[in-house]
């Protein structure tokens, strides 16, 4: 027989223990909420957020990718899920890295990736993004995948392109001009000389005329030749092996084309086998601006150096100039688009931009030295080309 007292203790324990799941039903339903408001709240943040977002596993397979990622690329987040990160890229664009390699870099600890670079949506366009990678971590530290952030500026990359083709079709006309002035010496040696044959009857003297009208044609043939070869590089857009140094002899030779360099010294002092992975055009481009810009603020005389030249695995270019060099107050402007000193007619103030953008576009970097009265020199440094091993700065 039970004790009326152990059976009201019975009941006690009993209803305490009720009491205590129910608090515990409780708790664990508000942890719930807490957790599906928690989880509810970064999805708003990934999907109300007007940057691309991507996250991927280990292996490089899509996990999370929110509205921003959805509008640019016509994907659904279902359709990505589980799918190679690869697919958003543009096999084609030679500026991309391959996917393995990005996951190879974020076994780093300390691994950020910010590139530019280009993807393909669903309907084929392409998009341009400026994406930042990094490894995401667990509590414990280790890497469970990694987090992409991307803007998409491709409006600024299409004007960017506009300016560089006003800008090579400038650096064309200028040339061009140049070029007519000096094709006017070997023109007038042919009419000079077509005129003696005319009048001549002396078989030995015809033929000495003859050949010197074979000369100045040649000559002038050869001027139209390289300004040719010159507009065809500024409109070529695909990458190719090159050497720097022969890229430079090349600017120079046609800058003296277009413009005087008898006065000035010219020291040159490039290096042979200054490989780099690039678009040639481009960077004869670059070098003719550069050389042009010197001999100008130069006067008519002073000093003119082309330098070329191998730094561990990276190749530097450099053109300097011994003129009255770039007041400190413009330094910070130099790369600005539309800034210049020049008088108007003389300089669109898109030279350094462009300038600026294509060695950014090859991962390289450009530096200027330069004092009042101490002239200017402008270095580029570029990613040597290694077979089998790709560069970064």
């Known amino acids: 027989m039970i004790k009326q007292g152990a059976l009201h203790k019975t009941k006690n324990m009993s209803m305490d223990k009720s009491l205590e799941n129910a608090e515990k039903a409780v708790s664990a339903k508000r942890d719930v909420r807490e957790l599906s408001g928690i989880s509810t709240y970064l999805q708003m943040i990934l999907d109300n957020s007007k940057a691309l977002i991507v996250t991927t596993d280990r292996m490089g397979c899509i996990v999370e990718f929110n509205r921003e990622g959805e509008s640019l690329l016509g994907y659904s987040k279902q359709e990505l899920s589980g799918q190679s990160a690869s697919i958003l890229f543009d096999d084609d664009s030679s500026s991309n890295e391959t996917l393995q390699q990005w996951l190879e870099g974020l076994k780093r600890p300390d691994a950020i990736h910010n590139r530019e670079v280009v993807l393909k949506a669903k309907s084929g366009q392409l998009v341009y993004i400026n994406l930042t990678v990094s490894r995401m971590v667990n509590d414990a530290g280790n890497t469970i995948g990694s987090v992409a952030i991307g803007k998409d500026i491709s409006e600024e990359k299409r004007l960017q392109f506009k300016l560089m083709q006003a800008e090579k079709l400038v650096g064309i006309g200028t040339l061009a001009t140049g070029i007519a002035h000096e094709i006017n010496n070997p023109l007038a040696g042919v009419l000079g000389m077509a005129e003696a044959i005319r009048d001549e009857a002396d078989i030995n003297l015809i033929k000495e005329h003859s050949a010197d009208i074979i000369k100045y044609a040649t000559d002038a043939a050869n001027i139209v030749k390289e300004l040719s070869a010159y507009s065809r590089a500024a409109t070529e857009t ?69 330098r070329c030249y191998k730094d561990k695995h990276h190749i530097k270019a450099e053109v300097s100039d011994t003129g009255p060099g770039i007041p400190p107050e413009y330094v910070n402007h130099i790369y600005d688009p539309f800034f210049t000193t020049k008088p108007i007619g003389l300089g669109t103030g898109l030279g350094l931009y462009v300038t600026y953008g294509i060695v950014s576009k090859h991962g390289g970097t450009i530096d200027v030295e330069t004092a009042p009265g101490a002239g200017a020199a402008f270095l580029l440094t570029l990613p040597e080309f290694i077979e089998g091993l790709e560069m970064t700065l």
């Not at 000035?264 to 042009?292: A, Y």
């Open 238 to 306: 695909s990458k190719t092996l090159f050497d720097m140094s022969e890229v430079m002899a090349r600017a120079l030779k046609m800058a003296r084309h277009s413009i005087s360099l008898s006065p000035i010294e010219v020291v040159e002092d490039l290096g042979k086998n200054c490989h780099i992975m690039g678009n040639e055009g481009e960077f004869q481009q670059i070098f003719v601006n550069l050389i042009l810009n010197a001999v100008q603020a130069m006067d008519g005389s002073g000093r003119l150096r082309l």
